[in-house]
């Protein structure tokens, strides 16, 4: 399926990104295809927010941060492809020199689209952003025990005192889960990793689930003295419950 219309976004402060945005759009010029430009990220060229576009894909150029700013903020139905301009890029597998080679075929449409899980969090009932990575339950002080009780798929796992825990998905288990003793799960199966922060029962391992699972902690010993972090950056209070399942996924542009 060619590409008619292509989204343009990037790291703002980034030199190397804005360097391989405006050659992009050089090439696309050049070869007669539409696109539009997030104006956050090239202002004197840009005409929209990012989560204003409908295009048929979006080319992001950055780091892993970037990619994961992209996927948030971007309509879920949009296919990203992460170009590598940044310092830290596990995520990203093309660098501007590699994508310039291969833009012909991406305007083709010859590449797969890779669905990765992500996850929808319910913090007392309210419907919280997407996680490609993580979600997290931590306490709001740092350094005080929390306790609670977990369920998953309404089996009762036991009542938990730790500094929290980290639900990750394939994506998130190589950052704040493989550090806190969870599995690196590679080739994305449909999977996620369980893991709980500094446990006081030592025999608490990490847990493989399926992704369809439902996971519940509730009971919290300290009502207000809790919160959730989504993918590391997004923090939330929590009273009464959090609930995670899967959510929609994200749809990642693999080049061939």
Not at 117 to 127: E, K, M
Not at 221 to 226: A, F, I, N, P
Request: glycine letters at 10%.
């Amino acid at each position: 399926m060619k590409l008619h219309l292509i989204g343009i976004s990037g790291k703002k402060n980034s030199p190397k990104a804005i360097e391989a945005g405006k050659k992009t759009i050089e090439m696309l010029k050049k070869r007669k295809i539409n696109f539009v430009v997030n104006k956050k990220f090239l202002p004197e060229i840009g005409t929209v927010k990012l989560q204003e576009m409908h295009v048929d894909a979006i080319i992001c150029f950055g780091g892993d941060g970037t990619l994961l700013a992209t996927l948030h903020k971007a309509h879920k139905s949009i296919p990203v492809l992460g170009v590598f301009c940044g310092k830290k890029g596990a995520l990203l597998e093309e660098t501007p020199a590699s994508f310039f080679k291969k833009i012909d075929s991406f305007i083709k449409g010859e590449f797969e689209i890779k669905e990765w899980t992500r996850l929808r969090a319910l913090a007392d009932g309210i419907i919280l952003p997407l996680a490609l990575n993580d979600v997290t339950l931590v306490p709001k002080e740092a350094g005080r025990l929390i306790r609670y009780r977990i369920d998953i798929n309404d089996e009762f796992i036991g009542t938990q005192g730790s500094d929290g825990f980290i639900v990750a998905t394939p994506t998130g288990s190589t950052g704040h889960n493989v550090s806190a003793g969870g599995a690196i799960i590679k080739w994305h199966p449909h999977v996620l990793s369980f893991v709980e922060i500094n446990s006081i029962d030592l025999t608490n391992k990490s847990i493989i689930i399926p992704d369809n699972s439902i996971i519940r902690a509730y009971n919290f010993e300290r009502g207000g003295g809790v919160e959730t972090v989504i993918d590391g950056q997004k923090r939330f209070q929590l009273k009464k419950e959090l609930v995670i399942k899967k959510g929609h996924p994200a749809k990642v542009i693999k080049l061939k």
